[in-house]
């Protein structure tokens, strides 16, 4: 900000921030600059064209003297009456333009003390940071009116002002899908960041308000430490930036541990984690109960629910309550029976409760630590409606380590790879969460899965799989599957658990990536891939079992990864290996002698086997009309939507190197994202390759004439009338990841996992071409592509490709010759 004025310039202040990280006194100091900037510009500007019924108001962060280096300066203007507030129109844009001028974003309200003391629905802001006027200049006597009125009005409005304050606020924890454990948070809205703290101050001064002040009462120590420790990372965000940035990145871990030389950023993460959840679960239980005490028609509920109570448990304002809680002393055991009642009544625990568990938390880990035969116990609650609400339960209340100390080395443990969003605890409970949630699923494929797991005789024993899978992540420097099993061995022993359920929970933690690597580097319709998988599972109930692994397990990497397609990808490798393991050997070959009339076995022959398995016979016959189309110019395209994805077919004899890549190529120029694509010829010489692709964009759904569009365009380019490199060229230049994030390229070849072609993988920093630039290296390599399948984690591309050298696979000096040519492409482009 070197525009600043240098009375308002916060580069002083930053320096000393810097130095010593102090944000409460950087916090202080930048508000007393503005404050003195404000003052000075209201008496030069605002109040000589009005001496009396002005006052200005500091209100929000700027009014609790809470003012970041580059926040909003929240202003309001009072006004005696709207007749005042039109006639100083001028005086107030000359104000407001000085503090502009001066480097400050202003955001101001002109406002009457009437307008100050009603309820806006539409602009609940505006009462909210009334909580937090703080008089500036001008007419006392004016602001002294509006503190007089405020105390009653926020006493007499109270439940609507609490109403919504919790709109607000569930809409900001929904977009934050209702966790603060994001690796990248975002430290002023995520959940249990600077915003939920001031939900607690706010709803504080609600509930201690009397008719004849406005009440600030200092949050409990554990708050305010969690407040400082937020404070200065906001702080430094801030001053990092150079502007009003909030979200912890990666890159901005690193360089604040380096600042203040706080070690290992993923080490000092846990405590950015720690002090959130101190705030969020303060948060949440000042807004459920002030809801609770706001609603009458919850109380109606609430009581019905009271009736739930047991000889172990009450149930009060919605919540279970210990009636001995001296009995955990005796019998440790007794919270497990408080969790599954949590489990089948989807009730919560009182703080109280929470509060009396914290308390012997040292006892209950004592015990639980020896071993004991709790897996009765445990196998009834994991498998009853409400069971993820009863692990995140006991996740919050340190129980679940309490239970399986296995787990501690991954609470709040942050795994950087730039494609998951929450630190490995929570993605555990997230994939519990959302393999429960298919219960309820109406629509296909998800309902298929749903129908899947109410088929499992043992839910709870896939629930366990899912605590353990990632167990081993906590364990540096070794295989994370392996350290996985290892941990869960012990506690299989410590809670008693039967050899049955042993072994499937075994063999689910270590086979919990065998289908997500399949459908992401093999061809799901080689019989090879088939069979493979099939000795891996070796029972269709493990195939189940491990199908609805895989699906949660992909789900909770973040909300956007398990798309429609990813669905049904899976459940179509579901379906063909439970064929696989339930078919007869002899029918393991599909004969290549197809029937039908003439001309459809002369469009067949030369086809390879493959095209019949991945084809029905109405797209059998899709492709001959295309392939008729094609006669007059030698080229047919047709394009076609999918359930989840758009379709891209073309049927050509004009063969030359690079077809594929220059298709490719154009799709996107387009902005398409390929998901799959596959790669046929006859023996006529008549070419026909497939595109699934993505329309991240909407872009052919919106505007339906790029449909027409995108088809001609991939005729010219087959016709050569176009050069694909021109088309790319147009194409926006991607923004690179952080030098911590960026993929080295690696190229890997495997001649054994087809029975017909050699399979490669590359991985590489994505890039808008980069499959075109690929496909091309390997067409002036003379290799032919049969399949390549598409996978994108994050900025991360992992491509996989099926390919033959003149009809067989790759020799071991094409792979090398191959190999260093795709590795330059990565690293340089094509």
């Given at each position: ?18 130095a ?16 003195r ?18 006052a ?115 809409e ?26 001031q ?55 690193d ?29 949440i ?16 509920f ?25 009995a ?11 969790f ?23 006892h ?196 956007n990864?398990m ?46 086997t ?8 109405s ?210 482009g094509?």
């Amino acid at each position: 900000m070197e525009n600043l004025h240098s009375s308002v310039s916060p580069a002083p202040i930053q320096q000393a921030f810097l130095a010593t990280g102090d944000s409460v006194t950087a916090l202080a100091e930048r508000t007393m600059q503005v404050d003195r900037l404000v003052n000075d510009s209201a008496s030069s500007l605002l109040f000589p064209a009005a001496p009396a019924g002005i006052a200005v108001l500091a209100v929000g962060g700027y009014g609790r003297r809470q003012l970041f280096p580059y926040s909003d300066v929240d202003v309001l203007l009072l006004f005696e009456s709207e007749r005042l507030a039109m006639s100083s129109k001028e005086s107030i844009s000359a104000f407001l333009q000085r503090l502009w001028d001066s480097g400050m974003r202003v955001s101001h309200s002109v406002r009457t003390p009437a307008e100050c003391t009603e309820v806006h629905d539409r602009n609940i802001e505006l009462n909210v940071s009334l909580l937090d006027q703080r008089f500036l200049a001008g007419d006392r006597a004016l602001y002294a009116k509006l503190v007089e009125k405020l105390p009653r009005f926020i006493t007499a409005n109270r439940d609507a002002l609490i109403r919504n304050l919790a709109q607000l606020t569930r809409e900001r924890h929904t977009k934050f899908a209702n966790t603060f454990y994001h690796l990248e948070p975002n430290v002023k809205e995520t959940p249990g960041g600077l915003r939920d703290y001031q939900l607690i101050c706010w709803l504080t001064q609600m509930r201690e308000t009397e008719a004849t002040r406005l009440g600030v009462a200092d949050p409990p120590p554990e708050l305010q430490q969690a407040f400082r420790f937020l404070a200065r990372l906001r702080c430094y965000l801030h001053c990092q930036s150079g502007r009003d940035n909030n979200v912890l990145s990666f890159e901005a871990q690193d360089t604040a541990a380096e600042q203040w030389q706080m070690g290992d950023a993923a080490v000092w993460m846990r405590q950015y984690y720690r002090h959130a959840r101190t705030i969020y679960r303060a948060a949440i239980r000042q807004l459920e109960a002030n809801e609770a005490q706001s609603s009458s028609l919850f109380a109606q509920f609430r009581d019905w629910r009271s009736r739930l109570a047991n000889a172990d448990f009450s149930v009060h304002r919605e919540r279970a309550h210990f009636r001995l809680p001296q009995a955990l002393d005796a019998e440790p055991e007794v919270v497990l029976r408080l969790f599954e009642f949590v489990a089948r009544h989807g009730i919560g625990i009182s703080g109280e409760a929470e509060q009396q568990i914290e308390a012997r938390l040292g006892h209950l880990q004592a015990y639980f630590r020896e071993s004991h035969p709790i897996w009765g116990a445990l196998n009834n609650m994991f498998a009853l409606p409400h069971a993820p609400m009863a692990l995140r339960a006991m996740h919050d209340t340190g129980i679940l380590t309490a239970l399986f100390p296995e787990l501690e080395q991954i609470e709040c443990l942050v795994v950087r790879d730039f494609y998951h969003r929450y630190t490995v605890d929570e993605h555990t409970l997230v994939a519990i969460h959302n393999l429960w949630a298919l219960r309820h699923a109406d629509d296909l494929p998800l309902k298929a899965y749903g129908d899947l797991l109410r088929e499992m005789q043992q839910p709870s024993v896939l629930l366990f799989a899912l605590l353990f899978h990632d167990a081993g992540k906590g364990s540096p420097g070794q295989n994370h599957v392996e350290a996985s099993l290892r941990l869960a061995v012990q506690a299989f022993s410590r809670i008693h658990m039967p050899g049955a359920d042993r072994d499937i929970a075994q063999f689910l933690i270590h086979r919990h990536l065998e289908l997500s690597s399949v459908m992401q580097g093999r061809d799901l319709f080689d019989p090879q891939t088939l069979r493979d998988v099939a000795h891996q599972v070796e029972t269709v109930e493990r195939l189940k079992a491990l199908t609805l692994l895989t699906y949660a397990d992909i789900s909770a990497v973040n909300p956007n990864v398990m798309t429609p397609w990813r669905a049904e990808q899976l459940w179509q490798l579901y379906l063909m290996v439970y064929n696989e393991l339930n078919r007869e050997l002899e029918t393991e070959r599909i004969e290549m002698d197809p029937s039908g009339p003439p001309e459809r076995l002369e469009f067949l022959r030369g086809f390879p086997t493959r095209y019949l398995r991945t084809h029905n016979d109405s797209e059998i016959d899709e492709h001959m009309l295309l392939e008729e189309k094609s006669r007059k110019r030698n080229v047919a395209v047709e394009v076609r939507k999918l359930e989840s994805a758009y379709q891209l077919t073309m049927v050509t004899t004009v063969d030359r190197p690079g077809l594929f890549a220059a298709v490719a190529g154009t799709l996107s120029s387009f902005g398409m994202n390929i998901l799959k694509a596959e790669a046929f010829s006859n023996h006529r010489g008549l070419i026909l390759d497939t595109f699934t692709f993505a329309d991240p964009s909407r872009t052919l759904e919106l505007n339906p004439t790029e449909v027409d569009r995108l088809r001609t365009m991939v005729e010219r380019v087959i016709a050569g009338k176009i050069n694909v490199k021109e088309l790319l060229r147009n194409r926006p230049k991607p923004t690179l990841p952080a030098r911590s994030a960026r993929i080295p390229a690696q190229v890997a070849f495997d001649a054994e996992a087809s029975s017909t072609a050699t399979l490669v993988e590359i991985v590489a920093e994505d890039r808008p071409g980069l499959l075109y630039d690929l496909a091309s290296a390997i067409a002036s390599n003379g290799c032919n592509i049969e399949v390549v399948l598409i996978d994108t984690q994050a900025h991360k591309a992992i491509d996989v490709f099926y390919m033959t050298a003149a009809g067989k696979k790759l020799d071991t000096s094409r792979q090398t010759a191959l190999g260093e040519a795709l590795l330059r492409v990565c690293h340089h482009g094509a």
